[in-house]
């Protein structure tokens, strides 16, 4: 299995979050977004144009994110358009020392998808 990290800083004052992401330090992605109050509300930013366009070896996404209602992590949600794909990263805390991703992708039309679930430990600063 490749070395992965991600890093997640959110400013409260802004909403606004950074991320990186390194996978077996070949690819390195830097992103920084805002973080809607509600799905919806990310809804109509997408409508509106507003998603964060991103790109890594070769694929184009278009990133939203938003708080969870039931449990206040996040959601990050790409879309591929080339591929007519989807994709929800759910982070949550689990606890002081590990977060929870569940990820589910699936392609637009609904004739496939796949959930996972990965843990990891939360770096102590």
Known sequence: MAPFSKKLVFESDTNDMEEHTS???????????????????????????????EAAMGKECHLLAWFAPDNGGVVLHRVFPADAIEVFYHHRRESAEQMVLYLHARKLDGSSEVKSVEKFAVAQQ
Request: without cysteine.
């Open 23 to 53: 996978i077996a330090g070949l690819l390195n992605i830097n992103s920084r977004f805002h973080v809607y109050d509600t799905r919806e509300a990310a809804d109509e930013a997408r409508q509106a144009g507003k998603a964060v366009p």
